[in-house]
């Protein structure tokens, strides 16, 4: 016997349709959020940026590559990482095959990382991605978005118990708990009208969770994401589980 | 000037907070629907069915491949369906290979499931490059049974079905072309996400959300619901190969 609750076919289909009707107000409620989301003032970007992209250097209108949307996923890839950040990654795995789906739809999606172009290149080799990944080394772009932090901002929690999954983390990608924690995670969005740039929409962290597409599944099974109480997190990068 | 209100960075972010915070509420009441989705009885499945796939006939159980979770997506390609599956579910389909590996070691099993006989799911799966096991429930009661398809004789009984039918739209009649199939054939596919669990030998079926929900819909939308210009509010797809340039 298993320790869930069992039931009929009739007692599930009844508590079924109760939590459907919660889902379709949690839907309602997300497209008014989206309707919100757009309502947000657009802001001129009046810094000029220039990255490092495989295709040369490019200015961040020059990025839109001809669309008139641009979305940027912040990948944790600082300039002290050997290896990009583990949950970045598995983020990316689900990003890469929705670019050819955007770019049909006036947007293009890239990452960007504050890591030099060389380091970001190989390890896009190595984990098989083709989307454009530009280098801010040498900018602040990610700095102006909140996504950057110096040691002196981060010191406060420097000195405080680093939780284990921090130290897991940074240990993943070949660097020490202040170089991972140094970058943060983001999502920033443009529009390119008349030859300016607006900044149009930025999420970070907890607004971030959607991007990872494995939780969204895990959210539908029987068990959940059954996480609590695991010290460390059970995330690894595509090519280094141990094979099941 | 583009027609959209322009502000300050201040004015832009004092904006954001506001709806940082509907967000914030937004993440809460997700967190109480997972928890009750978990809340759910598990149903035993008693009538054993047989699959096609990849590697041969396989029962319900077997389809877990050792795993104790198995979660499956219903791609829209019916056994009528002459070119190809649902382009919308097939741009839902493109996105799962990036998590498979990752839902396998939770001890989760992810495979899709479409009513069209192997050899079309395996010659569409080789054409979108997909990894993810897919089965098929050709001939088989299973997508009856657990809503995933409709006989013909329920779907003549639905009148918004028949109203769909009759008098569809253009971008419907439009999807009828790109699957090469009428309608009246083409729209007896669910496209569903499906959740199994099994435990001592015994298989449960625990959840199904179907469309309109949003989980059921390619994971870019969630991209493009942050995007600033509104798309088409019609549910227009393309396969990736087949985009009009």
Same mark, same amino acid.
């Given at each position: 016997?298993?320790?869930?609750? +069992?039931?009929?076919?009739?007692?599930? %289909?009844?508590?079924?349709?109760?939590?459907?009707?919660?889902?379709?107000?949690?839907?309602?409620?997300?497209?008014?959020?989206?309707?919100?989301?757009?309502?947000? &003032?657009?802001?001129?970007?009046?810094?000029?940026?220039?990255?490092?992209?495989?295709?040369?250097?490019?200015?961040?209108?020059?990025?839109?590559?001809?669309?008139?949307?641009?979305?940027?996923?912040?990948?944790?890839?600082?300039?002290?990482?050997?290896?990009?950040?583990?949950?970045?990654?598995?983020?990316?795995?689900?990003?890469?095959?929705?670019?050819?789906?955007?770019?049909?739809?006036?947007?293009?999606? +890239?990452?960007?990382?504050?890591?030099?172009?060389?380091?970001?290149?190989?390890?896009?080799?190595?984990?098989?991605?083709?989307?454009?990944?530009?280098?801010?080394?040498?900018?602040?772009?990610?700095?102006?978005?909140?996504?950057?932090?110096?040691?002196?901002?981060?010191?406060?929690?420097?000195?405080?118990?680093?939780?284990?999954?921090?130290?897991?983390?940074?240990?993943?990608?070949?660097?020490?708990?202040?170089?991972?924690?140094?970058?943060?995670?983001?999502?920033?969005?443009?529009?390119?009208?008349?030859?300016?740039?607006?900044?149009?929409?930025?999420?970070?962290?907890?607004?971030?969770?959607?991007?990872?597409?494995?939780?969204?599944?895990?959210?539908?099974?029987?068990?959940?994401?059954?996480?609590?109480?695991?010290?460390?997190?059970?995330?690894?990068?595509?090519?280094?589980?141990?094979?099941? | 000037?583009?027609?959209?209100?322009?502000?300050?960075?201040?004015?832009?972010?004092?904006?954001?907070?506001?709806?940082?915070?509907?967000?914030?509420?937004?993440?809460?009441?997700?967190?109480?629907?997972?928890? *009750?989705?978990?809340?759910?009885?598990?149903?035993?499945?008693?009538?054993?069915?047989?699959?096609?796939?990849?590697?041969?006939?396989?029962?319900?159980?077997?389809?877990?491949?050792?795993?104790?979770?198995?979660?499956?997506?219903?791609?829209?390609?019916?056994?009528?369906?002459?070119?190809?599956?649902?382009?919308?579910?097939?741009?839902?389909?493109?996105?799962?290979?990036?998590?498979?590996?990752?839902?396998?070691?939770?001890?989760?099993?992810?495979?899709?499931?479409?009513?069209?006989? +192997?050899?079309?799911?395996?010659?569409?799966?080789?054409?979108?490059?997909?990894?993810?096991?897919?089965?098929?429930?050709?001939?088989?009661?299973?997508?009856?049974?657990?809503?995933?398809?409709?006989?013909?004789?329920?779907? %003549? %009984?639905?009148?918004?079905?028949?109203?769909?039918?009759?008098? &569809?739209?253009?971008?419907?009649?439009?999807?009828?072309?790109?699957?090469?199939?009428?309608? *009246?054939?083409?729209?007896?596919?669910?496209?569903?996400?499906?959740?199994?669990?099994?435990?001592?030998?015994?298989?449960?079926?625990?959840?199904?959300?179907?469309?309109?929900?949003?989980?059921?819909?390619?994971?870019?939308?969630?991209?493009?619901?942050?995007?600033?210009?509104?798309?088409?509010?019609?549910?227009?797809?393309?396969?990736?190969?087949?985009?009009?340039?």
């Amino acid at each position: 016997m298993t320790g869930h609750r +069992i039931g009929t076919q009739e007692e599930w %289909q009844a508590e079924r349709d109760a939590l459907l009707a919660q889902e379709k107000e949690l839907t309602r409620r997300n497209d008014e959020l989206a309707v919100k989301r757009r309502a947000l &003032p657009w802001v001129p970007v009046e810094k000029e940026y220039e990255f490092d992209t495989a295709d040369g250097r490019k200015t961040l209108a020059e990025l839109f590559d001809g669309r008139s949307q641009l979305l940027v996923y912040h990948f944790m890839f600082g300039p002290s990482y050997e290896a990009g950040c583990t949950v970045c990654s598995s983020i990316a795995d689900t990003l890469d095959p929705q670019v050819v789906h955007l770019r049909a739809r006036d947007a293009t999606l +890239i990452c960007s990382s504050r890591a030099p172009l060389e380091k970001l290149l190989a390890y896009r080799e190595r984990m098989g991605w083709s989307f454009n990944w530009a280098s801010t080394a040498g900018n602040d772009f990610h700095r102006d978005l909140g996504l950057a932090h110096t040691e002196e901002e981060l010191r406060p929690f420097l000195e405080g118990d680093i939780p284990p999954t921090v130290e897991q983390m940074a240990e993943a990608s070949g660097t020490d708990v202040a170089g991972y924690v140094s970058e943060g995670p983001g999502l920033s969005v443009y529009a390119l009208a008349d030859g300016t740039v607006y900044r149009t929409y930025v999420s970070s962290a907890r607004g971030l969770e959607p991007a990872m597409a494995y939780y969204g599944l895990l959210d539908r099974t029987p068990l959940g994401r059954h996480e609590e109480g695991e010290q460390t997190h059970w995330l690894r990068r595509h090519d280094e589980y141990d094979t099941a | 000037m583009p027609e959209h209100t322009i502000a300050s960075r201040e004015q832009w972010q004092a904006a954001r907070d506001e709806l940082a915070e509907l967000e914030g509420e937004q993440a809460k009441r997700n967190e109480e629907i997972k928890r *009750k989705r978990l809340e759910l009885p598990w149903v035993p499945v008693e009538k054993e069915y047989e699959f096609d796939t990849e590697d041969g006939k396989k029962t319900l159980a077997e389809l877990f491949d050792g795993r104790s979770q198995l979660l499956a997506y219903n791609i829209m390609f019916g056994p009528d369906y002459t070119l190809g599956a649902c382009p919308g579910c097939t741009s839902l389909g493109d996105g799962l290979d990036g998590t498979l590996v990752h839902v396998n070691h939770r001890d989760v099993t992810l495979i899709c499931f479409s009513r069209a006989p +192997i050899e079309q799911l395996t010659a569409y799966k080789r054409r979108m490059g997909w990894q993810f096991p897919y089965v098929s429930t050709y001939d088989t009661d299973f997508p009856f049974d657990f809503g995933l398809a409709l006989t013909e004789e329920r779907a %003549q %009984q639905i009148p918004e079905l028949k109203q769909m039918i009759d008098d &569809p739209p253009e971008w419907l009649e439009e999807w009828s072309q790109q699957v090469g199939a009428e309608l *009246k054939d083409g729209l007896r596919e669910n496209p569903s996400w499906i959740a199994f669990a099994r435990e001592n030998g015994t298989v449960y079926h625990t959840y199904t959300v179907s469309a309109p929900d949003p989980f059921v819909a390619p994971y870019f939308d969630f991209l493009l619901e942050r995007t600033p210009k509104a798309g088409s509010p019609e549910p227009r797809a393309w396969r990736k190969d087949e985009y009009p340039d």
